[in-house]
């Protein structure tokens, strides 16, 4: 039964593509620890004004930080809509009954943190981040995740991935929702309609990538002044990109694995540099007892580990799905606390819930530090679990 679980499992994710974004994630995540520990530094050393000041320097009358967040994040979010895409056509939530474990995980991981985080702060200024300790970092979580080398199930890797697509599909979902303040509709229309205009030629099987980069570019740059964040265009971008069979052959395949290592080895830095850049005073003590500090922590920690499992559970408990053979609930609660490390998309919804500086920098400490000790947590208790199941396998 197991044999042909993971047999079935690795026909629907089309092994050697999901094995190349597997392997990228890692490695992204550990450049990434590596970005956010030299921008740290460099913040708080004698050369943090300088480093501050690269980030915050004018190019075409925005800021570079500015660039990155907005500019080439967007090829991040693309990249996102395309594996989002590859999912719902070939991989894990091409079967709803084999979906609904990861959108149920996910659906708990990100209700459970938000509404600890409002417990704390609902009815203050800070309210807005609610959405911040609903996200999952992919590359972190991967990457923590393959530490534990060939002891971790196929399955066990699938569902966290499929969690941490699903994840951010929900945090641009409320990106999009929430975090929008004025929208200009005629710039939004005009957007919209060249997306349509897009997908008429997905219609008619027009297969020549050039024309929906270019579409792509006018959509970012009218959404860009629509009053929604322009990211989102990477998303629907990648849903009218013809995915046709999802083999080789795709310009959606194609434009998949070209896009890995350019988000994973220099998009995903350079947000990393940019954005943690955090200086870090004497005041620590006070940055951790914020009550956002206190709620972003409480919902990474302990209100993603708490939703994935408990919804998770209750969707198994109702007969809606079924938890694989090889995973049991210690492991889910387990990997649950790697769908606690933010990161990436925490700090980005953090940029987009506050206008206060000094309420910016606060959260990114307690991101960070709240992502740190789950991926800490998770290994260690991944790395117990997963030891004691190879062991009573090996007994029988």
């Known amino acids: 039964m197991r044999k042909k679980m993971q047999k079935t499992i690795k026909k629907i994710y089309n092994g050697d593509l999901f094995t190349e974004f597997f392997e990228n994630e890692k490695a992204s995540g550990i450049i990434l620890i590596g970005c956010t520990l030299f921008s740290l530094f460099m913040a708080n050393s004698i050369f943090g004004s300088q480093y501050l000041h690269t980030w915050h320097a004018k190019f075409a009358g925005q800021s570079l930080e500015y660039w990155i967040n907005d500019g080439l994040m967007t090829i991040f979010f693309l990249l996102i809509g395309l594996e989002l895409e590859r999912e719902i056509y070939k991989?894990?939530?091409?079967?709803?009954?084999?979906?609904?474990?990861?959108?149920?995980?996910?659906?708990?991981?990100?209700?459970?943190?938000?509404?600890?985080?409002?417990?704390?702060?609902?009815?203050?200024?800070?309210h807005s981040g609610a959405g911040i300790?609903?996200?999952?970092?992919?590359?972190?979580?991967?990457?923590?995740?393959?530490l534990l080398g060939n002891r971790v199930p196929l399955s066990l890797k699938i569902f966290l991935t499929a969690l941490a697509v699903i994840d951010d599909l929900g945090a641009i979902l409320v990106i999009a929702i929430f975090y929008t303040k004025t929208?200009?509709?005629?710039?939004?229309?005009?957007?919209?309609?060249?997306?349509?205009?897009?997908?008429?030629?997905?219609?008619?099987?027009?297969?020549?990538l050039i024309p929906y980069l270019i579409g792509g570019a006018i959509m970012w740059w009218?959404?860009?002044?629509?009053?929604?964040?322009?990211?989102?265009?990477?998303?629907?971008?990648?849903?009218?990109?013809?995915?046709?069979?999802?083999?080789?052959?795709?310009?959606?395949?194609?434009?998949?694995?070209?896009?890995?290592?350019?988000?994973?080895?220099?998009?995903?830095?350079?947000?990393?540099?940019?954005?943690?850049?955090?200086?870090?005073?004497?005041?620590?003590?006070?940055?951790?007892?914020?009550?956002?500090?206190?709620?972003?922590?409480?919902?990474?920690?302990?209100?993603?580990?708490?939703g994935i499992f408990l919804f998770s559970f209750l969707a198994v408990s109702a007969g809606l799905c079924k938890l694989p053979a090889d995973l049991n609930?210690?492991?889910?609660?387990a990997v649950g606390f790697l769908g606690g490390i933010g990161f990436t998309m925490s700090i980005f919804i953090t940029l987009l819930a506050f206008d206060d500086q000094t309420i910016i920098s606060h959260a990114k400490f307690a991101i960070?530090?709240?992502?740190?000790?789950?991926?800490?947590?998770?290994?260690?208790?991944?790395k117990k679990t997963l030891k004691v199941d190879t062991d009573a396998i090996n007994s029988k």
């Open 91 to 126: 991989g894990e939530l091409s079967n709803i009954k084999d979906a609904l474990l990861p959108i149920f995980a996910a659906l708990g991981g990100m209700l459970v943190p938000a509404g600890l985080y409002l417990s704390l702060n609902y009815g203050t200024i800070a």
């Open 133 to 146: 300790p609903m996200a999952t970092d992919i590359a972190f979580a991967l990457g923590v995740l393959s």
């Open 183 to 208: 929208i200009l509709w005629t710039n939004l229309f005009i957007s919209l309609g060249v997306m349509l205009i897009l997908f008429i030629l997905n219609r008619k099987k027009v297969n020549n």
């Open 222 to 306: 009218f959404m860009l002044h629509s009053g929604i964040h322009a990211t989102i265009t990477g998303v629907l971008l990648a849903f009218v990109i013809p995915f046709g069979k999802g083999d080789e052959k795709s310009i959606s395949t194609k434009l998949q694995r070209f896009l890995h290592k350019p988000v994973g080895f220099v998009i995903l830095p350079l947000f990393a540099l940019a954005n943690t850049a955090i200086v870090i005073g004497a005041d620590i003590v006070d940055i951790v007892t914020q009550h956002y500090s206190l709620g972003i922590a409480l919902g990474l920690v302990i209100g993603k580990p708490l």
């Open 329 to 333: 609930w210690k492991t889910i609660f």
């Open 368 to 382: 960070l530090l709240s992502s740190l000790i789950a991926g800490i947590i998770g290994l260690l208790f991944l």
